[in-house]
């Protein structure tokens, strides 16, 4: 069995703010819950750790897929001023597909997001980068002839 994609999870300061950026994509909220003790803190390697957990699911998509936001209660978060750096070993950008590239960039404009940069054609694709939730860099791709299959 190939790999699929699953999820994406984001560290945010602002829950409600990063849940309606991604509502405005498209996705809807499918669980919002605390999580906390032992097994968690085990798991994520972070001593008594503690934070809201909210897991938004794409309507529509062809398979499942999530986007997860953590913002921490315990430890402190800790603000990265680095994270939008496109410079820098790491995370870089998570990419979208949407339908109608200028139609979403209204939409998530009129809701208060910012771009990074202007639409460009690259690679059969329309492309623009956002100013995501917790300063993530989010990318936007509109395909201008269906991609081949492989």
């Known amino acids: 069995m190939r790999p699929g994609f699953d999820h994406v999870t984001i560290v945010v300061t602002d829950l409600d703010e990063a849940s309606r950026f991604f509502e405005l994509l498209g996705f809807e909220e499918t669980h919002n819950v605390v999580v906390s003790g032992d097994q968690m803190s ?26 997860q936001l953590l913002r921490f209660h315990n430890p402190p978060v800790q603000v990265d001023a680095e994270t939008g750096n496109l410079a820098r070993t790491g995370f870089n950008h998570v990419c979208f597909r949407v339908d109608d590239i200028d139609a979403m960039i209204d939409k998530l404009q009129a809701g208060g997001t910012g771009l990074r940069n202007e639409v460009m054609t690259f690679h059969d694709r329309k492309l623009v980068f956002l100013r995501g939730p917790g300063g993530v860099t989010i990318e936007l791709a509109q395909w201008l002839a269906e991609p081949a299959a492989g």
Do not use: P
């Open 42 to 67: 085990k798991y994520m390697g972070i001593a008594d750790w503690e934070a809201d957990h909210v897991t938004l699911a794409l309507n529509g998509a062809d398979s499942h897929q999530e986007v």
